[in-house]
């Protein structure tokens, strides 16, 4: 069942949804947002976008209703202004479609943890079309599909459908749980199914944390004491506990990414 959105029990408060549109600049990001919001949303829910101050203007702009920027702030994370969530049941936060999808996702959580949203879908926009004609950017789809719970393949004109096979059997091999469907004139075929708060993806970014004991997983942070073997486990050497990190967050010695991403700045026109 759909709900549209969270309420704090103790305080009576909506807690908005927050979904998380990624993709490259140009791949009609906003028409499927239009549609989104147009056909998924009941009449008494309202949406806000927040939109990064690196995508361009456009016109369709005017179609997503209430549009507010957030700045992109580097290392530093993102600017959001205070007062962006108010009155909205659900938000739709559109990344730069010219700069990493990691670094922003990265920087997006704590933004998210303080922001009182409850993230509800990762959804990537993938142009079929840049996609086909520049095979070095599989990998930047990849990173994005790793996060995403559902993926909409857009601007698929004059695109081999054995080149949509093939990409979409990538992530088939690897069994991934995240939702694949296709994009016609902007328009999605069941926008609320889309919409629908199920978390479907690879990454556990934004799940309960993981931790790490000797590089074992484990539900809990283990604690380390002394006792006899009656009263337990007697852990008699020092282990290390350390949360799970995201493969495509981890990083080198020396700050570099331990997965890098190329740069789709460079293949945008």
Request: charged share 30%; aromatic share 10%; proline share 6%.
């Amino acid at each position: 069942m759909f709900f549209g959105f969270f309420r704090d029990s103790m305080n009576d408060v909506p807690t908005p949804l927050v979904y998380v549109i990624l993709g490259a600049s140009g791949s009609g990001r906003r028409e499927v947002l239009a549609d989104l919001i147009g056909d998924g949303l009941d009449p008494d829910e309202s949406a806000v976008v927040l939109l990064a101050e690196g995508e361009a203007a456009d016109p369709r702009d005017a179609k997503l209703g209430r549009v507010v920027r957030w700045r992109w702030l580097g290392e530093g994370g993102i600017s959001v202004p205070e007062d962006a969530l108010a009155g909205a049941t659900h938000v739709f936060f559109m990344t730069d479609g010219r700069a990493n999808p990691v670094d922003q996702i990265e920087a997006f959580k704590p933004w998210l943890d303080a922001s009182g949203g409850e993230l509800a879908r990762i959804i990537t926009v993938v142009n079929c079309q840049l996609a086909e004609k520049h095979k070095a950017l599989v990998p930047w789809f990849e990173a994005c599909i790793h996060f995403s719970d559902a993926v909409l393949l857009a601007r698929r004109e004059g695109v081999a459908n054995k080149w949509i096979s093939d990409f979409q059997a990538i992530f088939k091999k690897k069994f991934y749980p995240c939702l694949f469907e296709f994009v016609k004139d902007g328009r999605v075929k069941n926008p609320p199914l889309l919409l629908e708060p199920q978390a479907r993806r690879m990454s556990h970014l934004f799940d309960e944390p993981e931790w790490l004991v000797d590089g074992v997983d484990a539900e809990e942070p283990v604690e380390m004491g002394e006792g006899d073997e009656d009263e337990g486990v007697v852990l008699e050497e020092e282990v290390e506990v350390t949360q799970a990190v995201d493969p495509y967050l981890e990083r080198r010695a020396g700050g570099r990414r331990a997965i890098e991403l190329p740069e789709v700045a460079k293949f945008l026109e």
